[in-house]
C-alpha cells in the first residue's frame, strides 16, 4: 500500500507548488541545517514549548510547509462545519430531551456506557446553545487523495497556538519560501476565540469576565493555554484562584472577589468539579458545575462534550448528520468496526494484524495498536483485552497517511506521513473556521502516529487565498478616505553631524593633520 | 557644558532610539509583507517608506528591507540612524562610560554582519545590542546634564516614531493581524496585554496615545521630555516655559482627549511638529548655533 505524497507527484511538484519548491532547492542541504539551528534558537528564545514527559522542549516546526488549495479548503471548511452543527445538536439531544433514543439513531447502552457520558451536565442550557466553542477536527488524506475524518476533538482540543507561532516562525527563518505566494492569515484566532466566549456569557450580564483556567505550569500545552489568555487579553486562572459561593463563581484578586461569567477551561471533565467528578482534585472549582446549570457561569467547551468524540459514536456521525441536519456528510469517516457487533467482532479478531485498534477513552495516541508493526504477544495482549470489554475498543483499516518531504537532520528532504487538524470557533451564530490548521508530522520515518505527545513535530500549513474573490482584505473605503500615501512625506530630523560630505571631509583631513603638527612641536 | 557636547548628547538619544524604532518597524513589517496577498504588498511597502520619510520605492519584502536597512548618508534609514549614533558617541567618548562606548562598537558590528536575506535574526541581534547599550547607559553614566540632553533627545524621537507609527494605520489597514503589529513595532505587545482587554484597532491608537503605564506613549514621552528639560533648565538659570510649549500644548490635548477619534487624528498629524518645534527651540537655546564661517578672499 503506497501513500500518496501531497507534493510531489512522481518527482515533480504540483502546479501550486513550483515556486516553492524551487526555492527549496536553492535553499539546498547546507542551508536547511543552518536554518534548523536558527529555527531552534528562534523558538527557545521565544519559549514556544511544548511539554513531553515532563521536559519542557520546542515542538518543532518542519521547514517545508504545507500547501492547501483554495477549492480543496473551501469543501473542508464546509464539511467541518457541518459536522460541528450536527454533533451540536447530537449533545443538545443526549443532554436534553434524547430524541434519538425514541427513533432508534444510536442505541442507547452506546451512549450509556461511555465514560465521557455525564448525567450531572443533564439539563444545562448553554445560554447560546453553544458546547462545542472550540473544535479541532483531525483528518488524514488516504492513498487515493481523500481527506477523511479520524477523530473529533470537541473537549479542550490544543495546539493552535503552534499554528500561530509557527507562522512567524517561518517568517523570521525563512521569508524566501513565502516570495509569490498570497497565504490566509492565522492570526485572528484569538479575537474569534474571545468574541465566541463573550458571546457564551450567561443571559443578562452585558460585560462579562472571561478566564482561561489551566491545570497549571506542568500541564504539556501550558504555553498554549498563557499564551491564548495573553492574546484575548484575559486572566489565566487555576483552580485555587478561583471559588463558588451561592452558585457564583468568584476570583480572588487583591481588590477582592471577582465574579466571573465564563471559564475558558482546558482541564478535564473528571477534574473539573471535586462535587460531581474527582473527589481528590486538586485543580477544579467545587461547584462549579451547580453555578453552571444556575446559569451564573459559561463552561466552555461544555460539560459532558467526551460523548461526541467518543471513538464509538464517531462511527454513528455520518448517520447523525442525516439526522439532525437532512444531508449527506460532506466529509468521510474512515471504516470502523463496532466490536459489539458479534460478526464484526469475529471479523476483527481474525484479522489483528491487518486493522489498527484504539482504546475508544483514549487521546493522544495512547494505547494504539497498529497491527501490520505490533509483535504477536502484543496482539494477543490486545486480542485478550478486545475479548474482556469489547465496547472499549474500535478498529479501523491501516490507513497509508499521505506524506510531504521534510527536512531531515542532515539537511536532506524525505518524505514523512502528516495530518492535519484544522480548529473551528462556534459564537452561536457562525462557525468559523481557521484557515489551515495544524499540520502535525510523524518525524521518525515510517511512523504513521503524529501526535505531538508521541514526539511528532509540525509544519506550518497554508491555505492559499483566492486573491480573485477576496479582495486585499483590509483596504476598506474608511481607510482610504484618509489614506496615509496621501499625506506630504515627512522627512525625519537629522543631527549636527551630517554635513555636506566635501566639508566633512575638509574636516576630517584637518583633524588628522593636527596630531603631526603636535609630534613637530615636541 | 560645552554645547558641543550637550547637542551630540542630545542627537546620541535621538538616534539611539531612532535605530531601535525603525528597526522594530522593519521587522513587523517585514513579517506582515511576506505573509500578505500579492496585490497588497507594493501598497504596504508604500506605506513604510513614506512613513519613514524615504524616497525610495520598494517592490517587495525584499527590497524594502534593503532600502529601510540603506546607508550611512541617510539617517531616516537604520545604517544612517546608526552612523549618526557612532558620530556623536565619537565626539563625546571622553565624557561616556568605556563599558558604553565598547557597546557602541558591538552594537555597530552586529548590524555590519546585516543579512537582507534573513533580515528576521539580523534585526533581532541589533535590538539585543541596542538593549544592552540603552541597559549600560541607564546604569553607568552620570545623572548630569549630558544624561538629561540624552533622555530629552530619546524621549522627543519616540513622540516622532510613535506619531509615524500611527499615521501608518497599520491597524486598519490589515484588520486581522495589524493590530498586534502595531503593538509589536514599539515593543508594547505586553504592556497592552496587561490591562487584560482585547485588542481592537481602537484601543490600541488609544493607548498608543495616552497610556500613562507604557514609556513610549505619546502621553508618557512627552512627559518624560518635560521632566528632563526642566532639569537642563534649572542647571542652567533659565526658564523651560517657552521652549515646552508645543509639546506641553500637545500633552494637554492628550489628557483632555477622551474618546474623541478626530483629535486623536489632530494629535497624530501634529507630532512631528510638535517634536521639530521643541527642537529646535533646544538648539537655539542651548546649543549656540553659529553660521558654518567659511573664509575666504
Known sequence: ?522 | MLSRLAESSFWLGRYLERTEGISRLLLEFHQLLIQDQRSHIARGCALLTHGLGLEMKAQNSQTLVEIVFGEDSNPSTIRGALQGVRSNARSIRDTLPSDFFESINRLNAAAESFDPKSPGSSLKNILDRLAVSNGIYEWLAPSDESSHFFKLGRSLERMDLVSRLLSLKIEKEWRDQGPATTLRAVGGLSTFLKARVPITAERVRHFLINDPSFPRSLFESGRMAEISLREIAQVNRTSADTILKPIGLLGSQIHFLGNDVEEEERIIARTPLAVEETSEAIRTAFFRPVGSIVWSN
Open chain 1, 1 to 522: 500500500m503506497n501513500a500518496l505524497d501531497e507534493f510531489l507527484i512522481d518527482g515533480i511538484p504540483t502546479r501550486d507548488l513550483e515556486m516553492l519548491w524551487e526555492t527549496i532547492g536553492k535553499i539546498g542541504t547546507h542551508g536547511f541545517i543552518s536554518r534548523a539551528k536558527q529555527r531552534d534558537l528562534y523558538l527557545s528564545m521565544q519559549g514556544i514549548t511544548f511539554t513531553l514527559s515532563g521536559v519542557e522542549r520546542p515542538l518543532p516546526v518542519d521547514l517545508v510547509p504545507r500547501v492547501i488549495a483554495v477549492s480543496e479548503w473551501q469543501n473542508l471548511e464546509r464539511g467541518i462545519k457541518q459536522r460541528i452543527k450536527a454533533l451540536e445538536a447530537f449533545l443538545a439531544d443526549v443532554y436534553g430531551d434524547q430524541e434519538l433514543f425514541k427513533d432508534g439513531i444510536v442505541p442507547k447502552a452506546l451512549i450509556q456506557s461511555s465514560e465521557h457520558f455525564h448525567r450531572a451536565a443533564h439539563g444545562i442550557k448553554p445560554a447560546n446553545g453553544v458546547r462545542i466553542h472550540v473544535a479541532g477536527i483531525d483528518l488524514v488524506r488516504d492513498q487515493h487523495g481523500t481527506l477523511r475524518v479520524l477523530e473529533d476533538n470537541l473537549r479542550s482540543p490544543s495546539g493552535v497556538s503552534y499554528v500561530l507561532e509557527n507562522r512567524r516562525t517561518m517568517a523570521h527563518v525563512v521569508p524566501e519560501l513565502f516570495n509569490g505566494y498570497a497565504i490566509r492569515s492565522v492570526d485572528e484566532y484569538p479575537e474569534r476565540l474571545i468574541a465566541a466566549l463573550i458571546a457564551a456569557a450567561p443571559s443578562g450580564v452585558s460585560n462579562p469576565n472571561v478566564v482561561v483556567l489551566t491545570p497549571g505550569v506542568h500541564n504539556s500545552a501550558h504555553f498554549e493555554h498563557a499564551f491564548l489568555a495573553r492574546r484575548m487579553g484575559v486572566e489565566l486562572v487555576e483552580g485555587r484562584d478561583l471559588y463558588c459561593r451561592n452558585n457564583k463563581v468568584f476570583m480572588r484578586t487583591t481588590q477582592g472577589s471577582e465574579e466571573i461569567h465564563v471559564v475558558y477551561r482546558r482541564i478535564d471533565d473528571d477534574y473539573l468539579d471535586p462535587i460531581h467528578f474527582k473527589p481528590d482534585s486538586l485543580l477544579g472549582i467545587p461547584g462549579v458545575l451547580n453555578a453552571a446549570r444556575a446559569n451564573n457561569v459559561t463552561i466552555a467547551n461544555g460539560v459532558g462534550n467526551g460523548i461526541a468524540d467518543d471513538k464509538a459514536i464517531y462511527a454513528y456521525v455520518p448517520k447523525l448528520i442525516e439526522y439532525y441536519l437532512n444531508e449527506k456528510a460532506l466529509l468521510p469517516n474512515v471504516d470502523t468496526y463496532d466490536l459489539k457487533e458479534s460478526d464484526q467482532l469475529d471479523y476483527v479478531m481474525s484479522n489483528l494484524s491487518e486493522l489498527v485498534v484504539k482504546p475508544v477513552a483514549g487521546s493522544g495516541g495512547y494505547g494504539i495498536t497498529i497491527g501490520p508493526k505490533a509483535s504477536k504477544k502484543e496482539l494477543e495482549v490486545v486480542a485478550k483485552e478486545i475479548s474482556t470489554n469489547p465496547r472499549n475498543w474500535v478498529a479501523q483499516p491501516l490507513i497509508a497517511l499521505s506524506t510531504i518531504p521534510t527536512v531531515q537532520e542532515d539537511g536532506t528532504l524525505s518524505p514523512r506521513h502528516v495530518d492535519l487538524r484544522p480548529f473551528a470557533v462556534n459564537d452561536g451564530k457562525e462557525i468559523w473556521v481557521l484557515p489551515g490548521g495544524l499540520t502535525r508530522v510523524a518525524l521518525v520515518e515510517g511512523n504513521v502516529v503524529v501526535n505531538s505527545s508521541q514526539g511528532g513535530g509540525s509544519k506550518d500549513t497554508w491555505v492559499l487565498s483566492d486573491e480573485t474573490q477576496a479582495p486585499a482584505p483590509a483596504i476598506e473605503v474608511a481607510v482610504l478616505e484618509s489614506d496615509p500615501l496621501k499625506s506630504d512625506v515627512v522627512p525625519q530630523m537629522q543631527g549636527p553631524d551630517v554635513l555636506p560630505i566635501s566639508r566633512l571631509h575638509q574636516q576630517e583631513e584637518q583633524q588628522q593633520q593636527s596630531p603631526n603638527t603636535e609630534v613637530k612641536d615636541a
